[in-house]
C-alpha cells in the first residue's frame, strides 16, 4: 500500500501527520506501507515545456517522482515481502488527486492495481494554456526573459520559493467556499495534462482508459472544509445567518436548499447544516469520479463518506476534512487530541481499516464487520456511511445534491 500525502500540488510530506503513521495498518492487515515523498510547487510543477524541448515533461515532475517510487516498488517490495503484482495507491486530499492523476498517466500504467481517493476527487490537471502562464510570472519575478531560461537553476531555493507564492488563484467560489468542481484548475502549482506524460485530463469527461482495469474506492468526510476548530460560538447559528449564507452562493434556490438539507440531515444544527451544504461540491465530485468509473463497465467503484463527528472541542471539528485518515490507519490512539481513542473511535478504526485492507489484497473492500458495500451503481448513487453504524445507503442525498449542482 503507497501512501501519497496531502497539502494539494504545493506543500505535505509522508511523515507529517501522526494520523498516517503506516505501522498499525502493516501489523493488522499483514501489508507492506510504503510512504513516499516528491517535489510539490514551484519544483514539481513548473512548467517550461514552451522554453525547449529539455523541459517538455516540466509540469509534471511531482508526478513522475511518484512513479519513479512505483518503480521501486515494483522492482524490490519482494525483499520486504510485498507483492509488485498488488500494489494499491491512497492519497487524501491532494493525495487522492495525485492518485486519479496517476490513474491517467501511461508512465504509470501497470505500476498500481487498486487505487483509493480520499476527498481528493479534485477533476483532471492545470492546462497547458494556465501552467505556461503561471511560468511567465515567475520569470518575470525572477527578472529572466525567454533567453535567460537556463539561469533559473541557479535561482537560490528562498529565492525561488518566495517568487512562486501568489501566483495563481484560489478554488474559492463567489461565498468564499472552496468549490471541488475546479479546484484542480485553480490551485496554481499543480500537475499539467497536455504532454506525453498526462495526455489528457482525467475525470473531466470520463475515466482515463488506461486504468479501466483498476478498482477505486473513492469518497469524503460530510463536513470537509468548514468546521468550527476554531469558532467557539458556531454551534450558536441562528436560522437567518445560515440563510443569509446560502443565499449568498445561491441567491435564486436557498430557501429550497435549506429545507432539502434539513430534511436530509434532520438532527443538525445550523452550523452543521451550513458546513455540509458548503461541501456539497466535494460530494458531487466524489460521486462524478465514481459514475464516471462505473460507466468503463470494467473494474468496480465504491463509494463512501465518513460521517463520524469528533468529540474534541465539544463536536466543533464535526466530520472534518482529513478526519477519516486516523480511522484508515488504525491511529485514533495517535491521533487522540481529535479522537479521543474511545470505544467508539477503536471500533470504527477497526471496521475502515479492514476495508482498506481487504481492498487491497482483493479489490474488494467488504468485510464481516461491514454491511454489503455494493460497487457503485449511477442509478441509485450507493454510498457506505462510515460512522458509529456503519450503512449502504442509497439515493440518501439525491434531492440535495440536484439542488446545489451549479
Known amino acids: 500500500m503507497v501512501w501519497l500525502h496531502g497539502g494539494g500540488y504545493t506543500m505535505g510530506s509522508s511523515t507529517e501527520s501522526p494520523s498516517y503513521d503506516g505501522e498499525n495498518l502493516a501489523h493488522r492487515g499483514d501489508v507492506v506501507m510504503v510512504s513516499v515523498n516528491h517535489r510539490v510547487g514551484v519544483w514539481g510543477c513548473l512548467n517550461l515545456a514552451a522554453y525547449g524541448d529539455q523541459y517538455a515533461l516540466s509540469g509534471n515532475i511531482s508526478m513522475l517522482d511518484i512513479v519513479t517510487s512505483l518503480k521501486w516498488v515494483r522492482d524490490n517490495i519482494t525483499r520486504f515481502g510485498g507483492d509488485p503484482n498488488r500494489v494499491t495507491i491512497f492519497g487524501q486530499s491532494g493525495g487522492g488527486g495525485k492518485v486519479g492523476l496517476l490513474m491517467g498517466m501511461p508512465p504509470a500504467k501497470g505500476l498500481f492495481h487498486r487505487a483509493i481517493i480520499q476527498s481528493g476527487s479534485f477533476p483532471g490537471a492545470a492546462t497547458m494554456e494556465a501552467s505556461s502562464i503561471m511560468a511567465e510570472k515567475l520569470l518575470k519575478k525572477l527578472n529572466l526573459d525567454a533567453s535567460q531560461v537556463e539561469k533559473i537553476h541557479d535561482v537560490p531555493v528562498e529565492q525561488l520559493a518566495s517568487a512562486s507564492e501568489n501566483l495563481g488563484p484560489m478554488p474559492m467560489s463567489s461565498s468564499g467556499i472552496i468549490d471541488f468542481r475546479h ?84 438532527g443538525a ?59 484508515v490507519f488504525d491511529n485514533t490512539a495517535r491521533f487522540e487530541n481529535m479522537t479521543g481513542n474511545g470505544p467508539r473511535a477503536r471500533a470504527l478504526a477497526a471496521r475502515m481499516s479492514e476495508a482498506w485492507i481487504h481492498f487491497a489484497r482483493t479489490g474488494n473492500p467488504n468485510h464481516p464487520g461491514i454491511p454489503r458495500w455494493k460497487p457503485f451503481d449511477p442509478s441509485t448513487n450507493g454510498t457506505m456511511v462510515f460512522d458509529d453504524e456503519c450503512a449502504f445507503r442509497e439515493h440518501m442525498d439525491d434531492e440535495c445534491q440536484k439542488l446545489t449542482s451549479d
Open 269 to 327: 444544527n445550523n452550523f452543521q447544516l451550513w458546513s455540509v451544504i458548503a461541501a456539497s461540491s466535494g460530494r458531487a465530485m466524489v460521486l462524478q469520479e465514481a459514475r464516471f468509473k462505473s460507466e468503463q463497465k470494467a473494474a468496480p467503484a465504491f463509494c463512501f463518506r465518513f460521517d463520524w463527528q469528533m468529540p474534541a472541542l465539544d463536536g466543533r471539528p464535526l466530520a472534518l476534512h482529513g478526519g477519516d485518515l486516523a480511522f
Open 183 to 266: 479546484s484542480a484548475l485553480l490551485l496554481g502549482w499543480a500537475p499539467v495534462a497536455g504532454n506525453a506524460s498526462m495526455p489528457e485530463q482525467p475525470f473531466v469527461s470520463k475515466a482515463p482508459d488506461i486504468s479501466a482495469d483498476v478498482p477505486l474506492i473513492v469518497g469524503g468526510t460530510l463536513n470537509e472544509f468548514v468546521n468550527g476548530i476554531d469558532q467557539p460560538d458556531c454551534f450558536k447559528m441562528t436560522e437567518e445567518e445560515l440563510k443569509a449564507k446560502v443565499r449568498k452562493a445561491w441567491p435564486d434556490k436557498s430557501d429550497a436548499i435549506v429545507q432539502a438539507y434539513r430534511n436530509n440531515l434532520p
